[in-house]
Nanobody
Framework: QVQPVESGGGLVQAGGSLRLDCAVS????????MGWFRQAPGKEREIVAY????????YYADHVMGRFTISRDNAKNMVYLQMNSLKPEDTAVYYC??????????????????WGQGTQVTVSS
């Protein structure tokens, strides 16, 4: 069992950058696929990106492709989301999530067992 804890959110102007960090407790972090999701006011929670246990390229949602980068450091039990060229429509609460499952769609909320409390990102125009 693991527990993700996000940090790094805040207020930034359009075109700016932020990095979100996710610290994950537990000894078996390398066994988990890690995802970043976000939820804007009045909207459903949606996938932003996910990264596998080791090999293979990360996945990015179309609306962040080329602007956001997800990475992980298994030695530090950390996952990162580097967000560049931020837009007002990126404003949302961002959540870090973990799953030990195989053979599921990692784009789906229901595939993840463990969630952080979320961190607010606000992009002003």
């Amino acid at each position: 069992q693991v527990q993700p804890v996000e940090s790094g959110g805040g207020l930034v102007q359009a075109g700016g950058s932020l990095r979100l960090d996710c610290a994950v407790s537990g000894r078996t972090f390398a066994n988990y696929v890690m995802g970043w999701f976000r939820q804007a006011p009045g909207k459903e929670r949606e996938i932003v990106a996910y990264i596998g246990r080791s090999a293979g390229p990360p996945y990015y949602a179309d609306h962040v492709m080329g602007r956001f980068t997800i990475s992980r450091d298994n030695a530090k039990n950390m996952v990162y989301l580097q967000m560049n060229s931020l837009k007002p429509e990126d404003t949302a609460v961002y959540y870090c999530a973990a799953t030990p499952r195989y053979f599921v769609s990692y784009k789906e909320l229901g595939s993840y067992n463990y969630w952080g409390q979320g961190t607010q990102v606000t992009v002003s125009s």
